[in-house]
């Protein structure tokens, strides 16, 4: 059975992926998946690697749910992984073909390990289906 709703995406990386990123060097690889507002976050913090690859990781997840919601492909660039006024990461979906997506996130990490979950809801399919009752 296949929901046409709501996805879920799921990713876990290895911290030390990106211990060895390093703003000036890695430039094009950081510019190509983050925006300058993640990269400014990430590298303020005193961990920026576990920050980084948990950005990163939380736009696998997010990119792993919306591939199974829609025909439309989603690159990390139309992926902004933001917090909110309380410190929680949220997600903004840029483009018109994903105005109808609500993202929902989870980030957890160990000193090692970042693990996300995205659940993404088409909210035009729901109200469709909501609608047609």
């Given at each position: 059975?296949?929901f ?5 995406g ?5 911290i030390?992926?990106?211990s060895?990123v ?6 094009l690889f950081?510019?190509?998946i983050?925006s ?12 920026p690697?576990?920050?980084l ?7 696998e997840s997010v ?17 902004a992984?933001?917090?909110?006024i309380n ?5 903004i979906?840029?483009g ?8 929902k996130?989870s980030?957890?990490?160990?000193k090692?390990l ?5 659940v993404v809801?088409n909210n ?10």
């Amino acid at each position: 059975m296949e929901f046409k709703d709501f996805a879920i995406g799921v990713d876990v990386e290895e911290i030390s992926r990106f211990s060895a990123v390093k703003k000036k060097t890695h430039r094009l690889f950081l510019e190509k998946i983050f925006s300058p507002e993640e990269l400014r976050y990430c590298f303020a913090k005193s961990r920026p690697a576990m920050h980084l690859c948990a950005r990163f990781s939380a736009k696998e997840s997010v990119i792993k749910a919306v591939s199974r919601l829609s025909n439309n492909a989603v690159n990390h660039d139309k992926i902004a992984v933001q917090n909110d006024i309380n410190g929680v990461p949220t997600v903004i979906l840029k483009g018109k073909e994903f105005k109808n997506f609500i993202v929902k996130l989870s980030i957890s990490h160990t000193k090692d390990l970042v693990f996300t979950t995205a659940v993404v809801v088409n909210n035009n399919y729901a109200s469709q289906k909501t609608a047609k009752k």
